[in-house]
T-cell receptor, first 110, second 112 residues
Framework: KNEVEQSPQNLTAQEGEFITINCSYS?????LHWLQQHPGGGIVSLFM???GKKKHGRLIATINIQEKHSSLHITASHPRDSAVYIC????????????FGKGTKLSVKP | DVKVTQSSRYLVKRTGEKVFLECVQD?????MFWYRQDPGLGLRLIYF???????EKGDIPEGYSVSREKKERFSLILESASTNQTSMYLC???????????FGQGTRLTVV
């Protein structure tokens, strides 16, 4: 059973393009993470949000709890944004295990 | 600035060796997790701990054990390393079951 569906799985963009990655949930949540992982690197927490919208630099995350949907937007994309972006299901167990899918692999070409 | 630190970035060990991967967090978080990541797969949970000396098995605990003697430190132990344990290992901590998670930089372990 997939608690979260993330799309697209792979995305190639040209530098400067506006990018959107989507996550949809099959069961209710009250908050979620957006994470970033560069090739060979550790994972960075970009956002945790429970309502509305959060912005950090060129990254914007939105969430609609009622519709069980969240989006991550990247404005004016840059090759350094190339990474895997992940929205894990946040409640895998009683102690908060995150359940990970494969994420979205983004490649931004110069 | 919150921090989760893993003791090694890269590690090469021989088959049969006992291997310790250390993770330290400075945020006073209750919950700590060890994941492994393999090509083409998402992160999979090995073990987690919700308090000092408390631990629970995750999805793939075979061949691993853990230790949490102090709140800030969570160790992953490979009792007898095997080549199929070659992987990227990531540690995470979280203040509660619904709090924001923070990750270490990862340890890339190669068992030869």
């Amino acid at each position: 059973k997939n608690e979260v569906e993330q799309s697209p799985q792979n995305l190639t963009a040209q530098e400067g393009e506006f990018i959107t990655i989507n996550c949809s949930y099959s069961v209710g949540i009250s908050a979620l993470h957006w994470l970033q992982q560069h090739p060979g690197g550790g994972i960075v927490s970009l956002f945790m949000l429970s309502s509305g919208k959060k912005k950090h630099g060129r990254l914007i995350a939105t969430i609609n709890i009622q519709e069980k949907h969240s989006s991550l937007h990247i404005t004016a994309s840059h090759p350094r944004d190339s990474a895997v972006y992940i929205c894990p299901y946040p409640y895998g167990g009683s102690q908060g295990n995150l359940i990970f899918g494969k994420g979205t692999k983004l490649s931004v070409k110069p | 600035d919150v921090k989760v630190t893993q003791s090694s970035r890269y590690l090469v060990k021989r088959t049969g060796e006992k291997v310790f991967l250390e993770c330290v967090q400075d945020m006073d978080h209750e919950n700590m997790f060890w994941y492994r990541q393999d090509p083409g797969l998402g992160l999979r949970l090995i073990y987690f701990s919700y308090d000092v000396k408390m631990k629970e098995k995750g999805d793939i605990p075979e061949g691993y054990s853990v230790s949490r003697e102090k709140k800030e430190r969570f160790s992953l132990i490979l009792e007898s390393a095997s080549t199929n344990q070659t992987s990227m290992y990531l540690c995470a901590s979280r203040p509660s079951w619904a709090g924001e998670a923070f990750f270490g930089q990862g340890t890339r372990l190669t068992v030869v």
